[in-house]
């Protein structure tokens, strides 16, 4: 049997990301997260939209790729007013969170045609949340099939295609 190996170059940087972030908790003299997060920085850098893969913006949040996907095309819908729970965003800014989320939902099945879409919100870190300081939205593509053994017996899942022709797909599909 002939030993094939399967890059993932993104799961270094993941790593040193998450490494760099927790070295920034344990610096703290509180323990607390750093003031910013990627989602702000995104949120504040709106010339840069393209090197955060931001596919969307209106007044109120945003639309950008996971750099770390469950699948091709798995975004994230952020608030540019960061709060850890949905019940500390006033209900218009719920709402402003929702229609976002609506529009990534278009935006996901108009650019890649998936048989189902995961839609979901991790609050606080026990349920998940990377980010808990800054809550956010998940849009996830689906495909029969899109589920394998390597993510369980490998640590690795397959993502196949690349975060720029993901993100000009989901560009392009900003406007219906």
Known sequence: MTHRDLWAPWRMAYLRELESAEAAVRASPSGASPATNFLLAAWRDAEADEAHFVVHRNDHGLIMLNRYP???????????????????YLPAQRIELWRLVDHAVGMVERAFSPQGINVGLNQG??????VPEHLHAHVLPRWNGDTNFMATIGDVRVIPDALHASWRLLRQAATP
Not at 70 to 88: C, E, F
Not at 125 to 130: D, P, W, Y
């Open 125 to 130: 870190r026990a349920a998940g949340a990377g």
């Open 70 to 88: 469950y699948s091709n095309g798995h975004v994230l819908i952020a608030l540019g007013d960061p709060r850890p729970t949905l019940m500390d």
